[in-house]
């Protein structure tokens, strides 16, 4: 076991006041049989009780309807996590041709739909430049993920700001640059192509300096391994998800768990800063 | 049947190429269109002009009118042409369609339980999974979610036409709060009005209990731990098509009309500003789009939904009529699935018909296909809006070679349909100051609740104005007639 401190915080300024608002936040670490949620504090410049409430995927959302004029909203959480140390290395007890039959089969594909089929963000266009690795059933799912994970990881290259959340990967793979959203949209397209089930995944990074994630949310990719269950793989690092990875939520694109959406009646710009830091001791 | 000289219906002109609905080849009327054609040939054509005006007043007065769109103009406000000839469906005939119809959104409602839940029909392969999830309308939202009641097509409207064989055939289903109904209840009133003896005498089925009813659908499916629930019409607006039947059904519902920016939600319940401070609301009938109502969590741009409503939806606290996610079972690919739906839940065959298609994928649909092509409408599977049609008989021989080319070349992609013919009723005609006939369609209109349902007895019948025309709908310049449905 590790624990984990972390903390987030947003500040959003408004030229000119807002009369209305609703904000939906999702940045509260998961539950689940690989972390803890042993402390949980909010804070906010609205004094409000907060109302959680589960989205589509279950996950708990901070939710706040503000309806007397304000130009300041910050909010700030802090948690301890414990975490389940693991080895990122797995070995299917499936035979790789009874894993790609089972990948193929109507019923799982069925039971899986909704991280098979494509959204507009994790859509390929029609003509790309690169082959992607193909799974074909010779390696097993999960060497053929370790694969996909390197080529997209030496196919882009890190560069902050050079794409916003909205864009899509026929633009990304045309400048080959990107940030995690980017790495892992990709990951999940070509996983999607495949018949491999992908679901994208936020959350809190703790790697220390070198790393990609630090000092951000970061986004990486779940599949889904037969027998094994949803697997982490993290292509902005080219590496495999293991305790340092603390999850918020998946979905089936970054539009399922943006950090926070905020529905306004306001006129002129905003300014927005937020910082994540995570610590282990 | 003996008429008096010189009756108004006697210059009509029959066409027999198509299927006329009150007259007999013969010329005389059908049986249960005896009375009025008696009645009308009573009228001189003065007298007839003048009721004709007469309703045309009352409609104006009552302000039923509809918008037109068009690019870079202000919507233009119509009165809603309507036709004093009312359309007679004898008692028989419409048991037969209300059974029908009926049991078509029985099970339609059945198969988005299904597809949003155990999805045991793709399982089964009788409908094909990339359909259905492919679909823009097929919403990640409603997966596992039961609404209440397991009801999702609270209201539907169900078109049908009479083919040249006399037999009705649905045209297309209509789950996304389809509009009309107004209509119906308007063109009843100002009709009564001029021919109250004949609705007397014919025994017709009276429409007036629909806002009734769809309050008390409304109330079967109110949220749970809610004894008298609090119901509102949500519209888009003022600017919208529909807005006179918003305004209409929640005036004759007696609950509140409200647009989104009247709703507020805070903690997951739903509330509506009032002058004495908010108050819950529990079910909402809404005619606004599913992409439309929730800018949290659909169109982030929209204006005219209401903040954190499919999170309130979700939990349980409030009602959504029709419930979202319901166009998935709507779109043109699934129709020709609906025949196989019906028997796959219902384990019956299916009363109404739908039109004959051939899939090309299918070897015998396309040979059939490509030596008929001159009798069939061609249309690609995945294009709306009319794209890519072709009609058999406005081909010449070497168009038709070229749609041969294209549906081998990529027979997925095309079904085709026999060419179906409206049926005809007779229409006065104000430019020629005669009755001719017109073809007609017919919107029916269905209310499911738990453990409920009700059909209007009657509908709207769609009359397309201009000669030869077989577009029905009212921003093409179609009107409508009142429909008479007999005890």
């Known amino acids: 076991m590790e624990e984990f401190y972390l903390e987030y915080y947003i500040a959003n300024k408004y030229e000119s006041p807002v009369r209305k608002a609703n904000f939906q936040l999702v940045i509260i670490p998961d539950s689940n049989p690989l972390q803890r949620v042993l402390d949980l504090k909010f804070s906010c410049s609205e004094n409000k009780e907060i109302h959680l409430s589960k989205n589509v995927f279950g996950f708990e959302t901070i939710n706040y309807y503000i309806s007397n004029p304000f130009s300041e909203f910050w909010f700030k959480l802090s948690a301890k996590i414990q975490k389940k140390k693991i080895n990122p290395f797995y070995v299917s007890p499936l035979m790789p041709n009874d894993e790609f039959e089972l990948l193929h089969s109507l019923d799982f594909q069925i039971d899986n739909h909704l991280f098979l089929w494509d959204t507009q963000l994790t859509q390929m266009p029609p003509v790309v430049n690169y082959t992607f690795p193909v799974y074909s059933g010779e390696l097993q799912l999960f060497e053929y993920l370790l694969q996909l994970n390197t080529f997209i990881f030496q196919l882009l290259e890190y560069s902050p700001e050079s794409t916003d959340v909205n864009t899509p990967i026929e633009e990304v793979l045309q400048i080959r640059k990107g940030v995690c959203q980017d790495y892992a949209h990709l990951f999940i397209s070509v996983c999607r192509k495949n018949k491999i089930p992908a679901r994208y995944v936020s959350g809190y990074l703790s790697q220390g300096d070198g790393f990609i994630g630090t000092g951000q949310l970061h986004a990486w990719v779940e599949v889904l391994i037969p027998e094994l269950g949803w697997i982490g793989f993290d292509a902005t690092n080219n590496l495999v998800a293991d305790h340092h990875y603390i999850k918020i939520a998946h979905g089936t694109d970054y539009r399922d768990c943006s950090p926070i959406i905020g529905v306004l009646e306001t006129t002129g710009s905003q300014k927005s800063i937020h910082s994540v830091t995570v610590t282990n001791q | 049947m003996k008429q008096p000289a010189n009756g108004i219906l006697d210059s009509y002109c029959l066409n027999n190429s198509h299927y006329d609905e009150v007259f007999k080849e013969s010329k005389e009327p059908k049986e249960h269109y005896n009375s009025i054609v008696e009645r009308f040939n009573q009228l001189s054509l003065s007298d007839f002009e003048r009721i004709n005006n007469e309703v045309k007043t009352a409609f104006f007065n009552q302000g039923i009118t509809f918008a037109v769109y068009a690019e870079d103009k202000k919507p233009d406000e119509r009165i809603f042409p309507f036709d004093?000839?009312?359309?007679?469906?004898?008692?028989?005939?419409?048991?037969?369609?209300?059974?029908?119809?009926?049991?078509?959104?029985?099970?339609?409602?059945?198969?988005?339980?299904?597809?949003?839940?155990?999805?045991?029909?793709?399982?089964?392969?009788?409908?094909?999974?990339?359909?259905?999830?492919?679909?823009?309308?097929?919403?990640?939202?409603?997966?596992?979610?039961?609404?209440?009641?397991?009801?999702?097509?609270?209201?539907?409207?169900?078109?049908?036409?009479?083919?040249?064989?006399?037999?009705?055939?649905?045209?297309?289903?209509?789950?996304?709060?389809?509009?009309?109904?107004?209509?119906?209840?308007?063109?009843?009133?100002?009709?009564?009005?001029?021919?109250?003896?004949?609705?007397?005498?014919?025994?017709?089925?009276?429409?007036?209990?629909?806002?009734?009813?769809?309050?008390?659908?409304?109330?079967?499916?109110?949220?749970?731990?809610?004894?008298?629930?609090?119901?509102?019409?949500?519209?888009?607006?003022?600017?919208?098509?529909?807005?006179?039947?918003?305004?209409?059904?929640?005036?004759?519902?007696?609950?509140?009309?409200?647009?989104?920016?009247?709703?507020?939600?805070?903690?997951?319940?739903?509330?509506?500003?009032?002058?004495?401070?908010?108050?819950?609301?529990?079910?909402?009938?809404?005619?606004?789009?599913?992409?439309?109502?929730?800018?949290?969590?659909?169109?982030?741009?929209?204006?005219?939904?209401?903040?954190?409503?499919?999170?309130?939806?979700r939990a349980g606290n409030v009602t959504l009529a029709n419930a979202p996610g319901t166009g998935v079972a709507d779109d043109k690919a699934v129709y020709h699935y609906?025949?196989?739906?019906?028997?796959?839940?219902?384990?019956?065959?299916?009363?109404?018909?739908?039109?004959?298609?051939?899939?090309?994928?299918?070897?015998?649909?396309?040979?059939?296909?490509?030596?008929?092509?001159?009798?069939?409408?061609?249309?690609?599977?995945?294009?709306?809006?009319?794209?890519?049609?072709?009609?058999?008989?406005?081909?010449?021989?070497?168009?038709?070679?070229?749609?041969?080319?294209?549906?081998?070349?990529?027979?997925?992609?095309?079904?085709?349909?026999?060419?179906?013919?409206?049926?005809?009723?007779?229409?006065?005609?104000?430019?020629?100051?005669?009755?001719?006939?017109?073809?007609?369609?017919?919107?029916?209109?269905?209310?499911?609740?738990?453990?409920?349902?009700?059909?209007?007895?009657?509908?709207?019948?769609?009359?397309?104005?201009?000669?030869?025309?077989?577009?029905?709908?009212?921003?093409?310049?179609?009107?409508?007639?009142?429909?008479?449905?007999?005890?």
């Open chain 2, 84 to 313: 004093l000839f009312p359309r007679i469906i004898p008692s028989q005939e419409w048991m037969h369609l209300e059974q029908g119809v009926i049991q078509r959104n029985k099970a339609i409602n059945l198969f988005l339980d299904d597809i949003y839940h155990k999805k045991l029909i793709l399982k089964d392969k009788v409908v094909p999974a990339d359909l259905i999830f492919s679909s823009k309308n097929y919403l990640k939202e409603m997966v596992d979610f039961t609404p209440e009641g397991g009801i999702y097509t609270h209201i539907s409207g169900t078109d049908l036409i009479k083919h040249a064989d006399g037999q009705y055939y649905i045209l297309e289903d209509n789950l996304r709060c389809p509009s009309g109904v107004s209509y119906v209840l308007s063109n009843r009133l100002a009709l009564k009005k001029s021919l109250f003896d004949l609705f007397d005498k014919l025994k017709t089925k009276t429409v007036y209990q629909y806002p009734e009813q769809l309050l008390e659908i409304l109330k079967t499916v109110k949220p749970k731990n809610v004894d008298a629930p609090t119901i509102v019409v949500v519209t888009p607006g003022m600017y919208n098509s529909a807005y006179f039947e918003h305004s209409f059904l929640a005036q004759k519902m007696g609950v509140p009309l409200v647009e989104g920016r009247d709703l507020f939600v805070e903690k997951d319940f739903v509330y509506m500003k009032t002058i004495h401070g908010p108050k819950r609301v529990d079910v909402i009938y809404r005619r606004v789009d599913d992409e439309f109502i929730d800018p949290l969590c659909f169109r982030k741009d929209s204006m005219l939904g209401v903040p954190g409503l499919m999170s309130a939806y």
């Open chain 2, 338 to 487: 609906v025949p196989d739906i019906i028997k796959y839940y219902l384990n019956e065959e299916p009363i109404l018909n739908n039109v004959q298609t051939y899939h090309c994928e299918k070897e015998s649909d396309m040979k059939y296909v490509l030596e008929n092509i001159g009798k069939l409408v061609v249309k690609p599977v995945d294009e709306s809006g009319g794209y890519g049609i072709t009609i058999g008989t406005t081909l010449t021989k070497d168009q038709i070679e070229e749609v041969k080319v294209r549906i081998k070349s990529n027979p997925r992609k095309y079904i085709a349909q026999p060419i179906m013919s409206l049926s005809v009723h007779a229409t006065f005609i104000e430019e020629t100051k005669e009755f001719e006939p017109r073809h007609i369609d017919l919107r029916t209109f269905c209310l499911m609740g738990k453990d409920t349902e009700y059909i209007l007895k009657g509908g709207l019948t769609r009359v397309a104005l201009k000669r030869g025309n077989l577009i029905v709908n009212s921003s093409q310049g179609g009107g409508s007639k009142d429909t008479w449905v007999l005890g």
